[in-house]
C-alpha cells in the first residue's frame, strides 16, 4: 500500500509493477477503501509516512518494507536485500528523509496523481 495522492510514491509503485515479473505484488493506495480495509485488519494506520507491504501474512513498513519487496522484483534489485545487514535504525533514518522530502523530489504540487493503468 503506497500513497497515492503522492507523485513520487506512484512513480515508485508504477516502477514495481514494472519490474514484478510474476505479479506477486498488488498495489493499492493507503488511502483507497481497499487500503483502509488492509490497514485495519493488519494492525491499524502506519505509525508514519511510510508504505505498507503485506507478505505472507507479515507486515512490513519502512526500509523493511522496501527491501523485503525487492526481494521479490526483477534481477538486480534482490540485491539490495543486502542492506538488510545495516542496522535497522539507520536504515530508518534515511527511509524517513527520503519519506520527508520525497515531494520535493519531483517538483510535486498538490494535484492528484494516479498509478498508470496496467498494461
Same mark, same amino acid.
Given at each position: 500500500m503506497f500513497d497515492g495522492d503522492c507523485q513520487f510514491c506512484s512513480a515508485v509503485a508504477n516502477f514495481v509493477r514494472k519490474n514484478d515479473p510474476t505479479g506477486r505484488f498488488t498495489l493499492v493506495p493507503l488511502a483507497s477503501p481497499e487500503g483502509q480495509a488492509l490497514l485495519e485488519a493488519t494492525g491499524g494506520p502506519p505509525r508514519d509516512d511510510t508504505f505498507v507491504l503485506l507478505d505472507y501474512g507479515s507486515r512490513f513498513e519502512r526500509s523493511d518494507a /522496501?527491501?523485503?519487496l525487492a526481494l521479490g522484483l526483477r534481477w538486480p534489485w534482490p540485491l539490495a536485500y543486502a542492506l538488510m545487514l545495516v542496522p535497522q535504525a539507520l536504515r !530508518? !533514518?534515511?527511509y524517513r528523509?527520503? /519519506?520527508?522530502?520525497r515531494r520535493g523530489f519531483t517538483g510535486e504540487t498538490d494535484e492528484r496523481h494516479n498509478l498508470e493503468s496496467p498494461p
Amino acid at each position: 500500500m503506497f500513497d497515492g495522492d503522492c507523485q513520487f510514491c506512484s512513480a515508485v509503485a508504477n516502477f514495481v509493477r514494472k519490474n514484478d515479473p510474476t505479479g506477486r505484488f498488488t498495489l493499492v493506495p493507503l488511502a483507497s477503501p481497499e487500503g483502509q480495509a488492509l490497514l485495519e485488519a493488519t494492525g491499524g494506520p502506519p505509525r508514519d509516512d511510510t508504505f505498507v507491504l503485506l507478505d505472507y501474512g507479515s507486515r512490513f513498513e519502512r526500509s523493511d518494507a /522496501a527491501l523485503s519487496l525487492a526481494l521479490g522484483l526483477r534481477w538486480p534489485w534482490p540485491l539490495a536485500y543486502a542492506l538488510m545487514l545495516v542496522p535497522q535504525a539507520l536504515r !530508518d !533514518d534515511v527511509y524517513r528523509f527520503v /519519506a520527508c522530502n520525497r515531494r520535493g523530489f519531483t517538483g510535486e504540487t498538490d494535484e492528484r496523481h494516479n498509478l498508470e493503468s496496467p498494461p
